[in-house]
């Protein structure tokens, strides 16, 4: 299985909701800074269709998820 790459920003309280749960769960995953990465950014939003939304997370089957909550999160994971 790849890692889960998830975009996000240090500030954000979801990308930090969601970084907590994937550690708790033992979940690997990249950790990819936007606010400090122009590509990554640039990245994050042509991989979320447009949207400015934070965290985007990309799963090892290439599904995203944008600003998900936990229960989405923790759905998607298990699938």
């Known amino acids: 299985m790849s890692e889960i ?3 996000g920003a240090d500030w954000c ?3 930090r909701r969601a970084k907590a749960w994937l550690r708790e769960h033992e979940v690997p995953f990249t950790d990819v800074d936007v606010e400090h990465d122009d590509a990554a950014r640039d990245k994050a939003i042509e991989i979320a269709g447009g949207r400015k ?3 985007v997370i990309v799963l090892p089957d ?3 998820l944008v600003e998900p909550t936990t229960t989405q ?4 994971i298990k699938r």
Request: with cysteine; charged share 5%.
């Open 5 to 7: 790459v998830l975009y």
């Open 13 to 15: 309280g979801d990308c």
């Open 53 to 55: 939304n934070i965290p």
């Open 62 to 64: 290439g599904a995203v």
């Open 73 to 76: 999160l923790a759905q998607a």
